[in-house]
């Protein structure tokens, strides 16, 4: 079954540093999510992708972040600037169809910032 | 603003026990409703879903009913096993994204 794989699954950094997360989304979804979930708290949408370019993001993601797909496969997250609070469990997503809301997640990555 | 609550975790039960994992929203309009469940390990993956009033989804032997009335989406299994150990999430449909609960951990004893 086709899936969505992420990489780093554990990253360890330190404040200030920039980080790239990764994601390779299904091959023919064409919308890209990032969500994250700090522990013990709600899992929060960042940002959707399609076209190449950002369709929706929220107050969370601010000028720290940003995103890409810098070729046909990949969908990576950078954090420019590392905070504490950064620290979290970051989830990629996809789908085929925005509207029906039906996304395929990846198994995650952990940020851990000291 | 659209939310989701569900009841803390952990949900210890032991197999073969009823579960139920509470789960209420607020929305405007008529979002559809999501219960994802998350394996060790593994993404989050889609295990029901009701997109109106009444609806019931079911897959597994879980079921959820869609209540406009009580603004809840509670998940219900009769009979669980220890496989269904895993963190199971709430979730609705607001402009092509998705809003989250924060996720109830269920652990089956055998």
């Known amino acids: 079954e086709p899936e969505v794989t992420q990489t780093p699954s554990h990253q360890v950094t330190q404040m200030g540093q920039e980080v790239i997360l990764r994601c390779v989304p299904i091959?023919?979804?064409?919308?890209f999510y990032w969500y994250r979930q700090i522990l013990g708290q709600k899992v929060e949408f960042l940002v959707s992708f399609y076209n190449n370019e950002i369709s929706e993001k929220s107050e969370i993601f601010d000028d720290q972040f940003s995103v890409e797909r810098p070729d046909g496969s990949n969908f990576t997250l950078k954090i420019r600037s590392t905070k504490l609070e950064d620290s979290a469990m970051y989830f990629c997503?996809?789908?085929?169809?925005?509207?029906?809301?039906?996304?395929?997640f990846g198994a995650g990555s952990r940020l851990t910032v000291l | 603003g659209n939310s989701v609550t569900q009841m803390e975790g952990p949900v210890t039960l032991s197999e073969e026990a009823f579960l139920t994992i509470n789960c209420t929203y607020t929305?405007?309009?008529?979002?559809?409703l999501f219960w994802y469940v998350q394996y060790p390990g593994e993404g989050l993956q889609l295990l029901l879903k009701?997109?109106?009033?009444?609806d019931k989804g079911s897959n597994k032997g879980f079921e959820a009913t869609y209540r406009k009335e009580t603004t809840s989406f509670h998940l219900e299994k009769g009979s669980v096993q220890v496989s269904d150990s895993a963190v199971y999430f709430c979730a609705l449909s607001a402009t092509n994204k998705l809003i989250f609960g924060t996720g109830t951990l269920l652990a089956v004893q055998p």
């Open positions: 091959s023919n979804h064409l919308y």
């Open positions: 997503a996809s789908t085929e169809d925005a509207g029906a809301n039906v996304l395929t």
């Open positions: 929305a405007t309009g008529y979002p559809s």
């Open positions: 009701a997109t109106k009033a009444d």
